[in-house]
């Protein structure tokens, strides 16, 4: 069994979905690793690492259309009688800046994966996404915690 650490770098493109599959299978494949584990972890509080279905885009639009219908913009209402409207304290980096934040707590910021025969072990439609909540373009950064054997 070997140990390796390293960090992969992903360019986002505002809010919305990276398939990023392709990179974890490659980084497998270039370090010449047969089978183990992968634990993934986002250095970032305003994105996500999640794994969901790559073969319709809907559903990648309906999931973030969805999150941003139960983490809005500003300020949220209350769940109370009163229907109380919150106005958000934190916004230093812009209206984006709480909810991204939210949405990043109510998602996953590290995923453990096995893997193959050089590959990541994932059903037919499955794919592994980070996910920006920000509006901007940003520089993300994915730790790798790899624990495995060389082919």
């Excluded at 969805?66 to 769940?79: C, F, H, K, R």
Aim: net charge negative; hydrophobic share 35%.
């Amino acid at each position: 069994m070997e140990q390796i650490f390293s960090k992969l770098k992903f360019i986002t493109h505002g809010q919305g979905f990276i398939d990023i599959t392709y990179d974890l299978n490659l980084y497998i494949e270039k370090n010449n690793l047969h089978s183990g584990i992968l634990n993934l972890t986002s250095l970032h509080t305003s994105c996500s690492l999640t794994i969901n279905e790559n073969a319709d885009p809907n559903v990648l639009e309906d999931l973030k259309k969805y999150m941003q219908s139960i983490v809005p913009y500003d300020s949220y209402i209350t769940l109370s009688k009163d229907r109380e409207e919150i106005f958000y304290k934190h916004y230093q980096e812009g209206a984006d800046d709480m909810p991204a934040h939210i949405k990043t707590s109510l998602t996953n910021t590290s995923l453990s994966l096995s893997f193959r025969e050089g590959k990541i072990m994932l059903g037919t439609w499955q794919a592994v996404y980070l996910w920006e909540h920000r509006f901007d373009q940003k520089e993300r950064i994915i730790n790798l915690h790899i624990i495995g054997e060389k082919k």
